[in-house]
């Protein structure tokens, strides 16, 4: 007869050294909440396999529903394994999507950073509502097929919903132990038409700014000269602004965490500085709000002051737009640019050189012209 034995595990820190401990049991029979992470081990065939619970609470349940599962396989009630649909060979148990898919965000939460890990947490449980499927087992590449078109027909761009289908397609990989190349799509698959990039124009800005406050003027000068995005901006402190050298720093913070490529200096002209040191200072964040708390509300706002000024399709990403095309537009290099826009590959700069040269091209066409 097959090992049906599942054991609780907590993983926690002991005199500087983490390790696993068994779990403390009160009078009432029930796990002791203590510090660590809690998980349950069992034992399938020749390897041994660890799952990771959000609380002893949640170990116990995930305890008895292994051990349930694998006494039902053990008398032939559940079949062990089950072929997995559109995967050729590939062969994985009936994983249940709302147990896997918690235990998996909480993995994924320890590698990467709270802005990516609400990003994937977001997107698996709308597709987990839209999909309405328990198994992960039974999900097929139609399904992420008809998500995508699902997402685009809500009015979502086909970037969205391409980036959307390629992390779901990311989990159903790790939860089945794939290779890359063999899930469910490819990046192929998802391939999309990039939109031409939109920047504003000298008349745009004129008017933008001339409805803005002092301080929504220093915010949105320095989306605009600097080439922030909206989070980088948010966690700007003053000790990011170097006054004398003429740069701001993007860097690391308690709270937040830019990607490593994305940490850099950014050389800003003297009218901005002037800007900001002009700027009334409410804490340490550059742009804290009135409270002294983080500024949060920088796209809401373009949008409103853009509906007084009658400029369309405002949002803070044109201007970091605008930025990267004025730059190039002026002879600034491509990879100066892709520094200072703090891209990880060139491919990213070089959707701007389009509208950057679409200007020379104009003033070429016009003085071949002049005078007919």
């Not at 002893?56 to 006494?71: I, N, Q």
């Not at 406050?213 to 602004?241: C, P, Q």
């Not at 940490?263 to 901005?272: C, F, K, Q």
Request: aromatic letters at 10%; hydrophobic letters at 35%.
């Amino acid at each position: 007869m097959a090992n049906r034995r599942v054991t609780i595990w907590r993983y926690a820190k002991t005199d500087g050294t983490w390790k696993y401990h068994k779990p403390t049991y009160g009078r009432n029979n029930k796990i002791k909440p203590e510090d660590g992470t809690y998980y349950i081990r069992w034992r399938n065939g020749t390897k041994m396999e660890w799952q990771r619970c959000h609380s002893a609470a949640s170990a116990e349940e995930a305890c008895r529903r292994r051990e349930a599962m694998l006494t039902a396989q053990a008398y032939g009630i559940v079949p062990p394994q089950r072929n997995t649909p559109d995967i050729p060979g590939v062969t994985s148990p009936a994983l249940q999507m709302a147990d896997t898919l918690s235990a998996w965000l909480d993995e994924y939460n320890l590698s990467h950073r709270p802005e990516s890990h609400a990003l994937m947490k977001q997107t698996l449980e709308e597709f987990a509502c839209w999909v309405k499927k328990r198994t992960i087992t039974t999900i097929t590449r139609v399904d992420l097929l008809r998500f995508k078109q699902h997402l685009i027909d809500k009015g979502r761009s086909e970037r969205t919903a391409a980036n959307k289908c390629l992390r779901i397609n990311q989990f159903i990989r790790s939860v089945l132990k794939l290779d890359p190349g063999k899930g469910l799509i490819t990046v192929k698959d998802m391939k999309f038409t990039e939109p031409e990039v939109s920047v504003f124009n000298d008349d745009e800005l004129e008017a933008f700014f001339k409805h803005c406050d002092s301080y929504h003027f220093a915010i949105f000068k320095t989306y605009l000269m600097a080439g922030l995005r909206k989070a980088e901006l948010e966690n700007l402190l003053w000790d990011d602004v170097d006054f004398t050298a003429g740069v701001i720093r993007v860097t690391p913070k308690k709270d937040w965490q830019p990607k490593t490529w994305e940490a850099r200096d950014i050389e800003v002209p003297d009218e901005l500085l002037k800007i900001l040191k002009e700027l009334p200072r409410r804490g340490k964040l550059a742009f804290a709000n009135s409270n002294g708390n983080k500024y949060t509300h920088s796209w809401d706002d373009c949008i409103e002051i853009a509906e007084k000024a009658k400029v369309q399709d405002a949002h803070p990403h044109k201007f970091r737009a605008t930025f990267a095309t004025r730059n190039l537009q002026n002879g600034i290099d491509l990879k100066t640019v892709q520094a200072l826009l703090g891209h990880k590959d060139i491919e990213s700069t070089m959707r701007y050189l389009a509208k950057a040269d679409s200007k020379k091209v104009r003033e070429k066409v016009n003085a071949v012209w002049a005078g007919q």
